[in-house]
């Protein structure tokens, strides 16, 4: 008995040796990140900032009331010649350990993204506290440091902000892209498809926008709008879509949620508001003698949102002149999308994805070539659109008098 | 006064040991998408076919001699001296195999879940209940086994279907289908996905002898199970694949940690990361624990020990012992594992042994025939 | 036996005092009662030490030839209005023809016939009989020049009236509980199972106490085997007190060293109707108002008497519910710890930081914030238990307010912290079986403490050990996770969920019983009634 508990001790050594309570980090102890930020510094090192989450702050808002006294958020900036570097040196500033298992978002400057996504990617992906449902968006106009500092007053973390607006605004607006970093990784690496990104842009003066008093605003001085696709060629920026065109790519991503879209009456040019509820888009593509061929069908599922002209909508004939028209309609928004993407040799969409899907072996020869020969193809877009109703009311009381 | 009932192991307790030994670890890993991209679903159907036929060799070996072990008909086969120093080489194997899987798994663990925590500390905790629940026999293992089986099937289904559910599935990233035609396919199967998870299964042949029902019917529970996991596994890779991208699939050491990070409810079902340590945690501890047992069972038949729970703690020692003196990082420990020890390792202990004690013994029983006839005509 | 059960027994036990003391009492037994009535009463006075409740009267009857007789009784022990009558009637019956050859024999053949106001009449020949008469309330009558005595039951022990069970609460169905007298709880059973199939077998166990255990069973039904092992170890029961069935239970338990309970004491005569029904054995004890039913399972425990009479519908989820009850308040804590600790990553955004929050200025580490506030609580419990009930109000208003508010505002701990506590602790006691919380409650601290050092990890590990040990325990022969493993699908018809009544066709296979369909006709069939 005495010799099997000695061998057992001595097994298990381990054990006992290295103390227990060692192996974990307390909840307290830690500096949950919300969101990221990576910009370029004057001297071409990357300068990282982070949103920490002021975690007592929030707490006692919650139980006092009335509004805490400090920011709900603090920001933590650094730059290093690689990421990793001037994660440390940031960290350093911070007396907790970083966390960023919770991270909402990552925020890269538009300098950053022209010069090339590869560098960053790695880190996010490899990190294991990192998700690969993390949104990525690109600063336009002011650097992701300043838009991460923005307080904004209906949003107790702006971080996490970040992605609800993003979430929100491709779902409703349907001009903005949702893309983590799993697409983008996929864009990166994937043969025959390249990354796309939505944008972000501060708007106001942005020293005002980072102190509380930005809070106390019914009318803020500063806030931040998401804006515009960003073309990415090689992990390279190369272009932005935006209006039309970006939900065209939006579209032609099957990513379309929801979304508005005018049409002329008559001569009323936009009268007619339509709200797309559904939408379903197939790529295609194949070679014809050398010479690519894709082909885009969609369909959709909408319904009168708005009518500012005299119309007769409960006749079938108006409904198939508007369906028509709106089939028009977003024929000529996947076209603009599809020349732009083409004109910068980006194939965002994911044609030659397709065509390597369908055709292996011929992809095989054009793979190294593929985007020269994207910019040349041939493009067919095949649409289909019902509207199913017309809200509460037939006719508008346009058409009354 | 305390009453000590030896109840056989059961068909269905074998079954879930069975499932359990095979998913081990390679659930999570998700099987051969490294290797075989997007084809590994047809790895993987492929290479439960070959798994059923190997383990029809040891079947076939096991239902010569019903009532033997590996070490046991070793002995019988290549008569006493050199079938024993055969079976010792097994249960070295085993305690290797059993080394090398906690190896696997706390590396597995402290990648992905526990990044302070040392290693050994991880595995002494591991082998100290493996050791608590094999001195329960093996009807403690498998009947632990099959508890946390009903457990299992639960929770991965459940998963499998939030995943189908809320989790964004596309199909089409599994074509195109046989980009490069079978070789991948086939390099996937041999010799790795024979080696493991599917060569493994000669552990199994000493346990079988202690199973309750008929040999046939254990056999055909077993291949059950192998088909199961087989099917399971398959599954997986799919779902792997389907959600979260051959790319990053293949690239990732847990692709379906990924896979199943991806799925969310609403926003308040959204970490499912639980499922992934649980099902690791399960698959690696029946794994190591049919290894040791085997080892343990197979060192007492060698030596006619009566009681083979004297083997436990020793054994244990040096599995922990194995294992603290194997491959310093997770690069070199996986080239290892993946290129030198299925071939000069796995391949002739798995394959050629069991084949060739077929072989052996079935032209000693033909000529033992011949001869009794031959005798019958003088 | 184990190598560690034999050497607890070496340490804790002295064979050979034991032995000695039994060879005395059986030296005593043997003598026989004295042909005088003289002889006889002072040996009594001194076999009980001049006890003041022992009283002894001498009277003369008949007329001629005058017999003397001697009646003792224990004062404490006996009904005195019995006693006076009995004496009564001695003296005031004409003695019939007097036989002149033995006299004295014929007297006290008369007293055996004709003394009907008290029951069960007996003849005693030796001292031990004499003894273990007075003490369960007899009257014994000694008869000058025979030696033999006559004894004559004029017991009435003071006992409770049959009420409300305390502990096993039922909504629905009977509400008797037991008593602590034997008498009383064995009519109680008798009465709800009309059969002369239900056997009863009494002994007195507890050198000392000499307390009566009586066996029941369904003869025809209860595995023979089990009832045989049931009597054996009972009686190879050593001690000198028996007081309730929890010691009964420790020394008839297969596996002394297990956090998990073998066998279950209910308070409801029901509860054990119903087992002795399906082929259980039970094992009352004179003086406590819990009986022992053998051999369980741990679904078994789980189970109320209620779930037979509710609907089963709800019974089955109400079995349902408390087995998550049962997880909960096993791993409640120690899941959050290991959430807080290591898995921050499992949590929801906005709960991890609504817990960093509430942590912030806590001064101690998550496991210990935890151990110390389930220390707390079960201190609590045990104090409101313990506590006069006039207390009890003040004892718990300052429970709620100390750790409720107080420690909260202080910042000792976090609220969400006082929020697990309050889930698991009232988890526990969901289980209808004392017993069984009690393993939740021990298992639960440690649970806390690995998964305090190894989080996810620790607790399923744990888990797996845990299985394996329920999977080796024995009630009696029978797994103790039947019908789970090993499986039986009849029986998990009545096992996490209950099935109707009519699907409950058999007696669980796990027992062994003897006739394992429940009823001889299938279900259809005719049944005639008679009245």
Redo the contacts between chains.
């Keep these: 008995m005495i010799k099997y508990g000695l061998i057992l001790s001595l097994l298990f050594f381990p054990l006992f040796m290295t103390g227990c309570t060692g192996y974990h980090q307390d909840i307290d102890q830690l500096a949950i990140v919300s969101a990221m930020g990576v910009d370029k510094a004057a001297n071409g090192q990357y300068r990282v900032s982070f949103q920490v989450i002021n975690s007592s702050q929030i707490a006692s808002t919650k139980t006092g009331g009335g509004g805490g006294k400090s920011v709900p958020v603090v920001v933590y900036t650094d730059t290093g010649k690689t990421l990793i570097e001037a994660i440390r040196k940031a960290s350093q500033q911070v007396t907790k350990r970083l966390y960023f298992s919770h991270q909402q978002g990552v925020i890269i400057e538009e300098k950053v993204a022209r010069a090339g996504l590869k560098d960053v990617f790695d880190i996010l992906e490899r990190n294991i506290q990192q998700r690969l449902q993390l949104n990525v968006l690109i600063a336009r106009r002011g650097t992701a440091e300043d838009i991460l500092k923005v307080l904004i007053p209906t949003e107790m973390l702006p971080g996490s902000r970040v992605g609800e607006a993003l979430k929100t605004s491709s779902r409703v607006l349907g001009e903005t892209l949702e893309s983590n970093v799993r697409d983008v990784v996929h864009g990166l690496t994937d043969d025959g498809i390249e990354p796309a990104i939505s944008g972000i842009e501060l708007i106001g003066k942005d020293e005002q926008g980072q102190s509380m008093s930005n809070l106390q605003e019914s009318r803020p001085v500063a806030y931040t709008r998401i804006n515009g696709i960003a073309l990415f060629r090689d992990g390279k920026l190369q272009k932005w879509m935006e209006g039309n065109t970006a939900r065209g790519a939006v579209t032609l991503l099957d990513r379309l949620k929801n979304t508005v879209v005018n049409i002329n009456c008559g001569d009323k040019k936009d009268a007619l508001a339509i709200e797309i509820t559904h939408a379903r888009t197939k790529l295609g593509a194949d070679m014809n003698k050398g010479k690519p061929v894709l082909t885009v069908q969609m369909a959709f599922l909408g319904n009168v949102y708005e009518a500012d002209c005299p119309i007769q909508l409960n006749d079938q004939e108006t409904i198939d002149r508007l369906q028509h028209r709106l089939e028009r309609e977003m024929k000529r928004e996947v076209l603009s999308a599809v020349k732009t993407a083409q004109k910068e040799k980006c194939d965002i969409f994911g044609f030659g994805e397709t065509l390597h899907r369908s055709q292996p072996q011929r992809w095989k020869t054009i793979r190294n070539r593929w985007n020269p020969i994207f910019s040349k193809a041939e493009v067919r877009v095949r649409a289909k659109a019902i509207i199913d109703h017309a809200g509460l009311r037939f006719d508008p009381f346009w058409s009354s008098k | ?3 000590h ?1 030896t ?1 056989k192991v ?1 068909s ?2 074998l079954f879930s040991l069975v499932v359990f030994f095979e998913l081990g670890t390679t659930i999570v890993l998700g099987n051969g998408i490294h290797q075989a991209r997007q084809d590994a679903w047809l790895a993987n159907l492929l290479g439960v076919g070959v798994g059923l036929l190997l383990f029809l060799v040891y079947a076939r070996l096991y239902l010569r001699y019903p009532a033997l072990s590996l070490t046991g008909s070793l002995q019988k086969i290549c008569g006493k001296p050199v079938g024993w120093i055969l079976g010792l080489v097994y249960v070295e194997y085993f305690l290797y195999l059993a080394a090398r899987d906690l190896k696997d798994f706390t590396r597995l ?1 402290q ?8 290693i ?10 493996v050791i ?2 094999l001195t ?1 026999g093996l ?3 498998a ?2 086994s ?3 089986f ?1 457990f299992f099937s639960v929770m991965f289904c459940t998963t499998d279907v939030l995943i189908l559910l809320f989790g964004e599935v596309k199909p ?1 990233q599994l ?2 289908v046989l ?1 490069n035609g079978w070789r991948p396919v086939f390099q996937t199967v041999f010799p790795l996905m024979l080696t493991f998870p599917y060569g493994e299964m000669i552990a199994f042949t000493m346990m079988l002898p202690f199973c309750r029902n008929q040999p046939r019917k254990n056999v055909k529970t077993a291949l059950w199970g192998i088909l199961v996991s087989g099917l399971v596994l398959t599954v997986t890779v799919i779902l792997d694949i389907v959600v ?2 051959v ?2 699939s293949a690239r990732s050491s847990f692709p379906y940690l ?1 896979t199943i ?2 799925v ?1 409810v609403g ?2 079902l ?2 499912l ?2 499922v992934t ?2 099902v690791l ?2 698959g690696g ?1 029946f794994k190591i624990g049919v290894f040791l047992h085997a080892a343990v069972v197979g060192a007492a038949d060698l030596f006619g020990v009566h009681n083979p729970r004297k083997f436990l ?2 054994f ?2 040096v599995v ?1 012992v194995t294992f603290l003196t194997m491959a310093e990082s997770l690069m070199e420990h996986i080239q290892i594992g993946l290129q030198i020890v299925p071939k000069y390792v796995h391949l002739p202990l798995q394959l050629g042994i069991p084949l060739l004690l077929l072989i052996v013994d079935g032209v000693k029983s033909r000529t033992k025939k011949q001869r009794s006839a031959g005798e019958n005509f003088s | 036996m184990p190598k560690y059960q034999k050497w607890f027994r070496r340490w804790f036990n002295n064979p050979k005092q034991q032995e000695d003391s039994q060879e005395k009492q059986s030296s005593v037994e043997l003598l026989p009662v004295y042909p005088s009535i003289q002889d006889n009463l002072t040996f009594l006075k001194n076999a009980f030490g001049h006890s003041s409740d022992l009283q002894i009267q001498e009277l003369t009857i008949g007329k001629s030839p005058t017999v003397r007789i001697g009646i003792a009784y224990i004062d404490s022990l006996v009904n005195a209005d019995k006693v006076m009558t009995l004496i009564k009637d001695l003296l005031g019956k004409e003695l019939t023809q007097p036989n002149e050859t033995h006299p004295h024999s014929h007297v006290r053949d008369w007293i055996k016939e004709n003394l009907t106001v008290v029951g069960d009449m007996k003849e005693i020949r030796d001292w031990n009989r004499v003894s273990k008469m007075l003490l369960s309330g007899h009257t014994v009558v000694f008869v000058d020049g025979t030696n033999q005595a006559v004894s004559g039951d004029t017991s009435s022990v003071e006992h409770r009236a049959v009420t409300e069970p305390k502990t096993q609460i039922a909504t629905k169905g009977p509400n008797e509980g037991f008593t602590e007298s034997l008498r009383t709880n064995i009519s109680l059973i008798r009465k709800r199972i009309k059969s002369p199939n239900l056997r009863v077998k009494k002994k007195p166990i507890g050198q000392v106490t000499r307390t009566d255990v009586a066996l029941l069973y369904m003869e025809g039904i209860a595995n023979p085997k089990v009832v045989k092992e049931v009597k054996k170890r009972l009686e190879n029961i050593n001690t000198d007190k028996i007081l309730d069935t929890g010691e009964i239970g420790e020394w008839i338990e297969d596996q002394k060293f297990t956090l998990f309970p073998t066998l279950v004491s209910y308070e409801r005569p029901d509860s054990i109707v119903s087992h002795l029904a399906e082929g259980r054995v039970a094992i009352l004890v004179d003086g406590t108002p819990y009986a022992i039913a053998v051999p369980v399972t741990f679904l078994k425990i789980l189970q109320s008497a209620e779930d037979y009479f509710m609907r089963y519908d709800l019974a089955s989820v109400l079995r349902l519910l408390r087995i998550v009850a049962f997880m909960i308040s096993l791993y409640g804590s120690a899941m959050y710890i290991a959430l807080t600790a290591f898995h921050q990553e499992m949590l929801p955004t906005s709960l991890l930081i609504s817990i960093g929050a509430q942590r912030q200025g806590v001064p101690f580490p998550v496991m210990v914030e935890a151990l110390l506030m389930e220390g707390t609580f079960e201190i609590l419990r045990e104090a409101a238990v313990r506590a006069p009930r006039a207390l009890g109000q003040p004892l718990a208003i300052m429970g709620a307010v100390v750790i409720g508010e107080t420690a909260v505002v202080a910042g000792l701990v976090s609220p969400i912290m006082v929020i697990v506590v309050a889930i698991t602790g009232i988890s526990s006691y969901v289980a209808p079986e004392a017993a069984v919380t009690i393993t939740s409650r021990i298992l639960r601290f440690g649970f806390m403490l690995i998964s305090g050092v190894f989080g996810l990890y620790g607790i399923l590990l744990v888990t797996i050990a845990m299985v394996a040990h329920m999977q080796s325990l024995r009630s009696f022969g029978v797994p103790y996770l039947a019908p789970i493993s090993p499986l039986v699908w009849s029986d998990l018809k009545d096992s996490v969920v209950r099935l109707p009544h009519w699907m409950l066709s058999n007696r669980p296979h796990e027992l062994k019983p003897q006739r394992l369909w429940r009823i001889k006709y299938k279900v259809g069939d005719r049944v005639e009634y008679d009245d």
């Design positions: 006064m305390r009453q009932v109840e059961q269905y307790q663990l990648v992905g879940y526990f990044p302070l925590m040392p050994a500390v991880t595995a002494s905790f591991m082998l100290l209940i608590y629940v329960k009807e403690g293992l009947g632990t099959f508890v946390f009903i089409e074509q195109p980009e979260s991208g790319d990053i990924i990070s991806q969310e926003t308040f959204q970490r990361d639980v340590i649980l945690i399960m501890f703690l020793p244990a020692t922990l």
